[in-house]
Each structure stands twice: as C-alpha cells, then as structure tokens.
C-alpha cells in the first residue's frame, strides 16, 4: 500500500499490475513473456528500440523558468518549453501510465556520496527496467527500504504527443524541468534518452551549483593510484582505450572531478557493438552476457549469435551491462584527481599528430572544440572527410555555455598540475582514402608511454600550423610517424590540408571567442586564411 500512495502522490492512480524493482531475471522473463525480446547464445536480452535507435537532439528540451531563464545555455542545444505546457504533458503522460502495466525502479546517479542522487525511474517496458537497473547505481536492499527520490523520470515510448496540442516538435521529446526535478521521455523507445536526462541534470547541478567538473569521458586507475580520464567522441576509441586489462576502469562515460577525486556517476556501461569482436575488444565482448541488454542487433541467419557486422537496423547497435560484468573494475568507482588526461580524437585528414602535449591554454581550447571527424561511408552524402565538432566532447548535454566547463577544467589542470595529451587515433600519411588509419598497437603503446612516464625525458618539437609538442621518439611506435608530415608523401599537400583543418578550426570557435580569454584564444591554431 506504501508503494501505491508513493504512486498516487506523484499522480499516478494503477489500474493494471505495477512491477517494483525487479531482478534481472525477472525483468528478462517478463520482457520474454510479452515478446519483446529474445536471449541470444551468449545469454543477453537482445530487444529493439522502435522507430528511434538513437537520440533526436531536436526534441529534448528544458521548462524555462525563473530557474533557469539566465543560466541555461538556449539555442541550438537547449530548446525552452512553458511550464504551463509541461504541466499539461505530464497530465497526459500520467494518465498513459495510470492505464498500463507500469515497472518502477529506484536508483541513483554519483558514486561519491555527497553527490549522490536519488532517481525514481517509471517505465512500461520491462527491457527499458533492465537497462535502468544496469546502467545506474543501484541501492542495496537496505537503502531501499527508506529510498526516497529527488529526481523522477516518467519514460513512455507508447505515448505519442500531439505537436498542435502539446507544444512538441513532433510526436516524441525528452522534456527537463530543473525546478520540479522531473524528466518526460515519451514516443521514443531509445533508452539513451534516459541515461542522457540524467547526465544533463548533473551536467547543471554539479558545476554550477558545487563547482564540481561534470565530464563525458571514461577513467581508469593504474597499480600506483595513478588516475587518467580519456573525452573522445564516438569512434575516437574511449571506450576500447580505457579498457585496460592492467588498469582498473573507474567508469566509461560520465565522471565528476571534485578537489580530490573523479567519480563515476553510472554503475554501468553503454557499449557501442558495432564489428565487435572477441579478439578486438574482449573485456566488452565477455561482458555480454546474462542480465545485459541488446539493443537493435541483429543475428546469423538460422542462429541467436549475434552478428555485430549487420547493421541493417543502425550503426548504433548497443549493449547495456552493470561496470561489474567488466573485469577489473574499481569497486568504489572512485579514483584521485587525474595525472594524465587524454583528449581523443579521429582526425581523418590525416594532419593531427598521433600524440601531442597541450598547454592548458590549448587544452581549454581543444577542450571547447571537440574536434573528430567523419569518413565516407558511415552517413548517406558523406562523400570526403567531414570535420565534426562538439563542444567539450559532449555538446548535446551541455545545458550551461562551453566557457563555464572548459574555464572549470583549466583551474583544475592547474591546481592538480595535470598533463593533457591530444591522441589521434585516424589516419597517417595522408587523408581517409590515401593515408592509414594509425595502428591501435601504436596507438596502445603511446598512452602505456604516458602512463609509465617513459616521455618525461624525451624532447619534443613543435607542430607549426597547430602549435603542438610532438615527442620526437617513443617506446614501440615508429619514429618516423610521431611527426605526420614527414608521412605524407607531398610536403605541400600536406601544408594545405593542415591549413584547411585549421581554419575549419577557426570558423568552429567564432561563436566563442567574445566568452573566452585570450589565454584560451591563444591556445588555437595559427591559420592563413586567404
């Protein structure tokens, strides 16, 4: 009966069965029951999505209040929606889930307690429970006799909003209301949706309101306490870079960075699966197992085994397990303040160095930019190399202005006297389609380099268009590749392609330079822009 007035105060009146924190076994055999997923042959859920396999950005929006009129960041990321029709969506929404079979969990995001922060998760599906329960932080059974949430998330993919009557661009949006501390996911069934609300709540609370460094990265610990954290945006390899059987994984996406520590806010992972395979990536491949949830895979025709290649569904075919099920993990999921950050990015232009210094002016710069880029061939009319950048390697969840981060992360650099390393993990020798994509051997041996201080007495040249410290040697990586214009085979054309990245550089920061200092501005590279 508690459980049902906790329901009712929050609107919902059930007149169908409601399913309270589940185990995975038992969301598995309800999702099953209802025929919405099948187990492959290594044991996972697998389960589609629907019409959405990933986020729509032009739907999310904030309430703009008086909370939030002069702090958040509006425009292109943060679209207003009334309080007044938010109140009149969550009428609906409410009245959706009052008629349905509804599973509700309890869970909470920061690993560091006196950040943490409790979530109550209302879903209609049993699969979207499960991964809920996977990829946060999940209160032990003590912890969840007195739970009580701060933040609720209502998520109904059956519900489709009508745009004339409920003020959405269309029949599915994902709508933050700061002030009432609740998020609407409705008419997608994408459970990113959920992860992402989240991670922009805390992407406001924490630096605005605790000062606290809010990151999309992943971070592991070495055998000496030694903290590093890797930002790179999808493809850049975060994920598989920081898997390090010899280090233990802190987390592989959202982390906070107080005065002491980094701490992950998640208690799980969202894997990209796409070619994955045993051999390339076996800590991930070994983690999909019973209780992980598949989303969008498809299988060897006549077989469950999952075929990771096909992604005649979407190239965003993902796995969704607890951070336990990857061996050698922190168990606090805590670790000190980092000595090496490693900025990750794509560069398929082939002109970026495959690792480099930055100053912190260069870091806040490169930290603003977000650079990677696109090749031929993973989106339709993408015909050459197309730049892609992000700002602070998460834009879509940045509910404060880029400066208000990348200023955080240049006072932190500085009082914890950390190094920043830009790691190219693209192509040498030329562009996509000439050069080669830089060997994730070398690329393993660079970080391993870092990481065991093996740099330190090594001298380093600087890049002349982007002004980078290139180290002219490096333990297990070719000599001759450290500097990628000795491995073009044309000088010049070299020389032009840099310029051309550079000024795209340039034209990305133009909407940041009246907020950033010259410290930052200086740390951009120099372009002849003719």
Partial sequence: MEYLESLRNIGIKPSKEVYWNLSMAQLVSQTLKRNQGIITSSGALACDTGEFTGRSPKDKYIVLDDKTKDSIWWGEVNHPFSPEDFDSLYDSIINHLSDRDIYVRDVYACAKPEYRLNIRVITETAWSNLFVNNLFLRPNEKELETFDHEWLILNAPEFKAVPELHKTRQHNFTIINFTKKIILIGGSGYTGEIKKGIFTVLNYILPFEKKVLSMHCSANVGMNSDTSVFFGLSGTGKTTLSAD?????????????????????????????????????????????????????????????????????????????????????????????????????????????????????????????GYTAKVAGTEAGVTEPQTTFSACFGKPFLPLHPTHYAELLGKKLKENNVTVWLINTGWSGGPYGTGKRINLQYTRAMISAVLENKLENVDFITDTVFGLQMPIECEGVPSEILNPKNTWDSQSAYDEKAQHLAEQFAQNFESFEAFTSQEILSGGPSTQIK
């Fill in 245 to 369: 059987p010899s280090r233990k994984l802190i987390g592989d996406d959202e982390h906070g960075w107080d005065d002491e520590s980094v701490f992950n806010f998640e208690g799980g992972c969202y894997a990209k699966c796409v070619n994955l395979s045993e051999e390339k990536e076996p800590q991930i491949f070994s983690a999909i197992r019973t209780g992980t949830l598949l989303e969008n895979v498809r299988f060897f025709e006549g077989t469950d085994i999952v075929d990771y290649d096909n992604v005649s569904v979407t190239e965003n075919t993902r796995a969704a397990y607890p951070i336990n099920f990857i061996d050698n993990t922190m168990h606090s999921s805590i670790g000190k303040a980092p000595n090496n950050i490693f900025f990750l990015t794509c560069d398929a232009f082939g002109v970026l160095p495959p690792i480099s210094k930055l100053s912190p002016g260069q870091a806040m710069y490169h930290f603003i930019s």
